[in-house]
């Protein structure tokens, strides 16, 4: 058997406006995917029993699949197997990354599978053949719509720095707590209104996108110096940012203010695309604790997350 498993991540800074061209702050997270592979002889069977949904399996060969709600992992999977040209295999996904709450789950279970089919196959990609290919893949399963920055961090994992190209930056490891409203959020759609808006409000939005684009940059050092105080503040001002343009929510604004009222937060805010998923906070001095109940008693799915985690890998051999 094969394994390899890869990271998921957050947008520390800049979503949306990262979109016209600012510039954003993306950080893998220490929640992984793995994708094992073993030899089956004839059939091809997907199992995934641990996708934070119900757990499910589908035969390729018969069709049948125990549970719809999870397809989506199957046609990454599928994608991955048909490039690859792979039969005759048992392909099991676990992940403790919700799907759709923009925690970059599909692009980690397409680098995960890429490299672990590749090497069942004894062919050894490099990370940057990985990260090009998962990317192509990712994009194709969702009609064109993918960014490269999912699967670059899935890839490379640390942090990345995203504007007109992605580099990479040396950052220290964040500890942050990710609150996840429970409600999907959908990129397109997000993004799509945000454009809509700012077609009639242009030069609002020229404004507050250069503002996020400051925010994101003014970050850098402060995560250098591990500042939480003053990194808790760029997040309340992001997060007011995107409020302004409309990416928020009931759900998700009912978690943040507990994480900064009863939570103790030095600051929280949206991360990715908004409209519900998650949202991230930085604990106080109290620490993580009080951060996860008051998420909790908001009705929220409370994870501790630590940004700059590796990227995709080789698990040993079982
Ligand atoms: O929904 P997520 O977490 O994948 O974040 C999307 C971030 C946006 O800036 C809204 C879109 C993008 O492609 O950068």
């Known amino acids: 058997m094969t394994t390899a ?22 950080g893998a997270i220490d929640l992984r995917a793995s994708v094992s592979v073993q030899d089956r002889a004839g059939c091809i069977v997907v199992t995934a029993d641990d996708l ?35 039969h005759d295999v ?15 789950s599909s692009a980690a279970i397409v680098v995960a599978a890429v490299m672990a089919v590749s090497s069942h196959q004894g062919c050894s990609l490099t990370l940057k053949e990985i990260a090009a290919l998962s ?30 190209e992605i580099s990479p930056l040396d950052l220290p490891p964040l500890e942050l707590v990710v609150g ?8 397109k759609s997000e993004v799509e209104k945000v454009q809509k808006l700012k077609k009639r409000y242009q030069d609002l939005f020229d404004h507050i996108f250069q503002a996020i684009g400051s925010i994101s940059l003014r970050a850098v050092p402060l995560i250098k110096d591990q500042n939480g105080a003053e990194i808790g ?3 309340n001002i992001n997060h007011g940012l995107l409020e302004a343009i409309g990416v928020s929510s009931r759900e998700l604004c009912e978690l943040v203010y507990a994480c900064r009222g ?11 695309a908004g409209g519900g998923g998650c949202m991230i906070a930085i604990p106080g001095p109290a620490g993580k604790g009080p951060l996860m109940t008051a998420i909790k008693q908001a009705k929220g799915r409370p994870f501790v997350a630590k940004t700059g985690a590796e990227g995709v890998r080789l698990e040993r051999e079982e």
């Open 135 to 164: 990317f192509r893949l990712e994009r194709q399963v969702q009609d064109g719509l993918a960014s490269p920055t999912d699967t670059a961090l899935a890839t490379y994992g640390g942090y990345l720095k995203i504007s007109s």
């Open 180 to 187: 996840y409203t429970g409600v999907p959020h959908n990129t």
């Open 233 to 235: 503040e760029l997040m």
């Open 52 to 86: 934070m949904l119900q757990g499910f399996s589908l035969d390729l060969q018969s069709g049948r699949l125990s549970s719809p709600e999870a397809a989506y992992a199957t046609r990454y999977i599928s994608a991955v197997l048909r490039e690859f040209d792979a």
């Open 262 to 272: 009863a939570g103790g937060a030095l600051g929280a805010k949206i991360t990715g």
């Open 5 to 26: 498993s890869a990271p998921g991540k957050i947008i520390l800074f800049g979503e949306h406006a990262v979109v016209s061209g600012a510039m954003a702050l993306g």
């Open 90 to 104: 048992e392909v099991r996904i676990r992940s403790s990354l919700p799907a759709s709450a923009g925690l970059g």
